[in-house]
């Protein structure tokens, strides 16, 4: 991965993940705030650039000698929608993870506007194979997620 890329997908922290995106006139509905889905978008965003930050590109994933396959679904979200965002705010999505292991992973989002958050979410993803059933996480990719965790 060049740096510029790196750059573009956030950085690694103490915490877990940080990514800053800017809102546009297309995330916003009529009222001028930010349509409560596109808050999806910008967390999507976030988990995914926190794998690639790990080192795990999702449309690549593979480990060596496996020929079960590897996949991430959301499974249950839970979200708090504290305040809203503007056209032109810079956000910034937190990432962070709170288990990883087994056929799942928890992770904790946030959306914050400076230090106010916006928006709060738990996000419990299933690891499944190719053909949609649930399989192990291996220990390896859950080492890399709680150690990113721990800082």
Do not use: W
């Not at 060596?64 to 705010?89: C, N, Q, S, W, Y």
Request: glycine letters at 10%; one cysteine or more; aromatic letters at 8%.
């Amino acid at each position: 991965m060049t740096n510029e890329n790196h750059a573009l997908s956030g950085e690694l922290t103490a915490d877990g993940h940080r990514l800053v995106q800017r809102v546009y006139y297309e995330d916003t509905d009529f009222s001028g705030f930010v349509y409560h889905a596109r808050y999806l978008h910008f967390m999507e965003r976030g988990r995914t650039d926190y794998l690639r930050c790990l080192g795990v590109e999702q449309g690549a994933l593979s480990i060596e000698g496996d020929t079960e396959g590897l996949m991430f679904v959301v499974h249950r979200m839970e979200i708090d929608f504290k305040a809203p965002a503007r056209m032109d705010d810079v956000l910034t999505i937190l990432t962070h993870t709170q288990k990883a292991g087994g056929a799942k992973m928890v992770l904790q989002q946030e959306v914050r506007r400076g230090e106010q958050i916006l928006i709060s979410a738990r996000v419990v993803i299933a690891v499944i194979n190719a053909k949609g059933r649930p399989r192990r996480l291996p220990d390896g990719l859950a080492a890399q997620f709680l150690s990113a965790a721990a800082g």
